[in-house]
């Protein structure tokens, strides 16, 4: 007879654990369910890892770039962050990263030796991101200069640090090295300075760097953003060093002229004058830029067909015009010493011909004024020559990235101008491009008629033009709120026009000037840059020919930015997947909102976006500004082309000397807006019966605590905190430029 089985019926005590485990269910035990997930997220954790490492091990060399990005990284961080709390705990965070990988993946043979390639980035990218915060945080620090506390006219007597001329103005600009008369504190202004305010010496060269001048100026603290999106002033001058602004009252006086004369400064500006003379009007202006980097004498409207037909990089002296004049210079010598064959048989005459080309190229850098775009191309200029020599590829990322990583070391500011930011994306678009499968496929040498190899050229010098021109129209949208749609087909004649006959046309000309034989030759550069500037004109007269675009988010922009350089610094198909946050950055940009209402930080500019009779949107100022720089700002941060009109002619509109009121219909609902419109006095119970009925109150003064409207009062007291103003109407929401600003030391309130 079988045995019956032993039941366990709680009696002996070794069998109750058994017994309780057999029974529980998952959702019965917090221990057991904990360690369920645990042993999930752990196991994710461990495939995510093996995964990168994978990536890694494959990539290479790729990864180098990175670092350079992973910098910049943190240099953008340190602007969007608010404050010091902020910039330390980002710092702390990518520092710990780095501190906790290295202590739970030591460097030793291990369970994680297989995930080496990960743990290098990690600690990298970590200590790199956090160099790149105390980097721009230390250089704030050094060079950054305190505003002076309100505007007004002063006595200065001061040293000339730089001198701009800028005909085109009728002015000169100097930056001055002053001393406070009362607290004895040296400071850093700019004046402008009119050609009626100068008479005898000081209109010569004797007013120039060294120089020490005196004269009566209106100054002001250099101005923050007047709307949110807008150009920031206040940081630019705050890394510059600049403590106050100005224009100079009455006349200058030369107190001592300049001690030594015959400097760069002086060089560059006699050899753009000597180019003036030798090309006469428009084309006359763009030589000397080219000629010497002074961009001052080019007329107002030249520089807006430039820049809408998608040419003004033509105009700053960056990789381009470097890059020729090496060129230029490399193939001279190389050229002229090969006709000696003793030279040819004993010398290695590309080394030889690479030094003249750096001679050259670091000759022109200084002599067109070696600013940061130029500076940063000449060192990128510099590492081709040096792969030239060593047999190396001239031509790669880790190129780009070297060059970028040593210009944001020594201008870590420049980071977040668009000058850098359009330069290397474009090289990047160029060298991704250039060693793409298809694009080496397609350029293969090949047997083939000559027209058909030129052909094949044409094209990809056309496509090397669209690509440039998609990777800089974010960069443009977000900085400039306009891009230029035909840039592509302009550049494909310009560029060559540029490079190859009017630059080294303007170079033989100042070389045969020397014995008085140039003429031929200005003539050729005055019509080869009157057709560069037929076509700028002609390219930006064209129906749609510029795209205007609201303030581009912050998340757009980062999704543009990570997308394209993850295209451009990775190879094989893993690149592609870029394309998916530019997607996404597209959609949010065609999704960008139009502000309904623009209130400028002082209170005195209210733009107001309306649909047209015909459909389109049209913009409505509560004051005919004379200034060009508020009416520019109010058009392109509104996205509406046109002038905008001014309120008191609109129909709909209701105006007094004092106030202005309109109804507009937004949200399903009716606005209606008091704005004042001058400084009248009105009684105040008047005043509080007209905000009771206004939804939106808008005014340079401050107004009584009895004006109450609906929803929001814009006066001095709430647009000193926040500065200007962007305001959504159907979502009921609106931003400021404080909000953008945080802490930063630049920045001083809206009022």
């Not at 006595?155 to 800028?166: C, I, N, T, Y």
């Not at 060129?327 to 003249?356: E, F, I, M, T």
């Not at 990128?380 to 990322?397: E, K, N, P, Q």
Request: hydrophobic fraction near 50%; charge should be positive.
């Amino acid at each position: 007879m079988r045995d019956a089985p032993i039941i366990p019926m709680g009696d002996d005590p070794g069998s109750q654990p058994a017994a309780r485990v057999a029974s529980a269910r998952p959702w019965q035990s917090g221990a057991g369910l904990s360690s369920v997930v645990a042993r999930t997220l752990a196991q994710l954790a461990r495939s995510i890892a093996d995964h990168a490492e994978r990536f890694l091990a494959t990539a290479g060399f790729d990864r180098a770039p990175w670092l350079a990005v992973l910098f910049m990284g943190g240099i953008m961080a340190w602007f969007a962050l608010p404050g010091q709390d902020y910039w330390l705990a980002a710092m702390a965070a990518a520092g710990g990263l780095a501190a906790t990988v290295s202590i739970l993946w030591p460097d030793t043979k291990g369970a994680f030796d297989e995930r080496v390639n990960l743990r290098s980035a990690l600690i990298a990218g970590g200590l790199v991101f956090a160099l790149g915060i105390a980097v721009i945080w230390a250089r704030s620090e050094i060079v950054g200069a305190e505003a002076i506390e309100r505007p007004g006219v002063a006595l200065l007597q001061g040293h000339v640090l730089e001198r701009e001329d800028q005909p085109a103005d009728g002015r000169i600009r100097l930056t001055l090295a002053v001393r406070d008369a009362a607290s004895l504190q040296a400071y850093k202004v700019r004046i402008n300075v009119p050609f009626d305010a100068l008479a005898g010496q000081s209109a010569g060269p004797a007013l120039a760097e060294g120089a020490v001048v005196r004269l009566r100026a209106r100054l002001m603290p250099p101005a923050s953003p007047m709307l949110p999106g807008a150009y920031n002033f206040a940081r630019a001058a705050w890394f510059k060093g600049l403590a106050a602004t100005g224009s100079a009252i009455g006349p200058v006086e030369l107190v001592r002229p300049a001690t030594q004369q015959g400097g760069l400064a002086d060089i560059q500006r006699a050899l753009s004058a000597h180019v003036r003379t030798r090309v006469e009007g428009s084309a006359g202006t763009i030589a000397a830029a080219f000629a010497s980097g002074d961009r001052g004498s080019i007329a107002r409207a030249d520089e807006e067909a430039m820049r809408d037909s998608g040419l003004t990089h033509l105009l700053s002296i960056s990789g381009l015009h470097v890059s020729a004049v090496i060129a230029a210079a490399y193939l001279a010598v190389l050229k002229l010493l090969a006709l000696s064959p003793a030279l040819a048989l004993r010398v290695r005459l590309p080394v030889v011909a690479a030094a003249g080309g750096a001679l050259a190229g670091i000759g022109y850098t200084l002599l067109t004024g070696a600013e940061v775009p130029t500076v940063r191309s000449c060192v990128a200029a510099m590492l081709v020559l040096i792969a030239l020599v060593l047999g190396r590829d001239a031509l790669s990322v880790r190129m780009v990235a070297v060059a970028a990583g040593f210009v944001l070391l020594l201008w870590p500011e420049s980071a977040i101008g668009p000058s850098f930011q359009m330069s290397f994306s474009a090289v990047l678009a160029i060298i991704a491009l250039s060693t793409s499968t298809p694009v080496r496929a397609f350029l293969a040498a090949r047997e083939e008629p000559w027209w058909a190899r030129i052909g094949r050229r044409v094209v990809m010098l056309f496509v090397t033009g669209m690509v440039i021109e998609l990777a800089l129209m974010p960069v443009v949208l977000f900085h400039f709120h306009r891009a230029g749609l035909y840039g592509a087909l302009a550049n494909v004649i310009a560029i060559p026009l540029v490079t190859f006959i009017a630059m080294p046309l303007i170079a033989l000309g100042l070389l045969f000037d020397l014995v008085g034989a140039g003429g031929p030759f200005w003539w050729l550069v005055q019509y080869s840059l009157d057709l560069l500037l037929g076509i700028a004109h002609f390219t930006a007269s064209q129906p749609g020919a510029v795209k205007l675009m609201p303030q581009i988010g912050g998340t757009a922009i980062a999704l543009f930015a990570g997308g394209g350089l993850w295209l451009a610094l990775w190879t094989g198909r893993a690149r592609v997947l870029g394309l998916l946050p530019i997607a996404a950055a597209s959609v949010l940009t065609i999704l960008t909102p139009v502000p309904d209402i623009l209130v400028s930080s002082d209170g005195r500019q209210v733009g107001i976006t309306i649909s047209g009779a015909e459909g389109d949107r049209r913009l409505l100022s509560l004051r005919d500004s004379r200034s060009n720089y508020a009416r520019d700002n109010l058009i392109e941060l509104a996205g509406v082309k046109g002038n905008p009109v001014p309120l008191a002619e609109w129909p709909d509109a209701r105006c007094s000397d004092a106030f202005c009121t309109l109804v507009i219909k937004r949200g399903g609902r009716d606005w209606a807006i008091l704005m004042a419109r001058s400084r009248a006095r009105v009684e105040e119970r008047a005043l509080a019966s007209a905000c009771t009925r206004a939804d939106i109150v808008i005014a340079e003064r401050y107004l009584p605590r009895s004006c109450r409207p609906r929803w929001l009062k814009a006066d001095r007291r709430l647009l000193s905190e926040t500065g200007g103003l962007s305001i959504n109407l159907d979502r009921q929401t609106f931003d400021t430029v404080a909000e953008r600003e945080g802490q930063h030391g630049w920045w001083r309130g809206g009022g």
